[in-house]
């Protein structure tokens, strides 16, 4: 009766153990299904835009050129601010004890400005260039 007890049990044990697998890799699949089709739509509005640019310069190297300013303007931001911040933590917070690292804070936080205002400027710059200097 023992054995027969423990026979179900295992049996039970397997079939649940393949049903929920089965639920489980289902839903992976329509998980992976709707990101698929998320990275193909961000993709496309990604390449749409570029083609915009290409567009809107009326060249291709001109087109790519504007687009890869633009990204690097909209990246350019959070990761001043960060660099900015760590600047601030070296001078305000660490450099109360250590002069180097005081130094050293200053340093960043003049590095990651200028960059900021370099990664901002610069896809203007390049916009009048354009439309002013190529006649």
Request: aromatic letters at 10%; one cysteine or more.
């Amino acid at each position: 009766m023992k054995k027969a007890v423990i026979i179900v049990t295992v049996l039970i044990m397997f079939f649940g153990i393949f049903i929920c697998t089965n639920t489980v890799q289902a839903a992976e699949q329509a998980i992976d299904e709707e990101t698929e089709s998320r990275l193909v739509e961000i993709k496309d509005n990604a390449a749409h835009s570029l083609e915009d640019y290409k567009e809107k310069y009326g060249s291709d190297i001109y087109g790519t050129v504007a687009y890869i300013l633009n990204i690097v303007r909209i990246y350019s931001i959070p990761l001043c601010f960060l660099g900015i911040a760590i600047g601030a933590i070296h001078q305000y917070v660490v450099g109360v004890r250590k002069l180097d690292t005081l130094e050293k804070g200053m340093g960043l936080i003049v590095t990651f400005v200028t960059l900021l205002i370099i990664c901002q400027i610069l896809p203007l710059a390049f916009a009048v260039f354009v439309r002013f200097g190529r006649g």
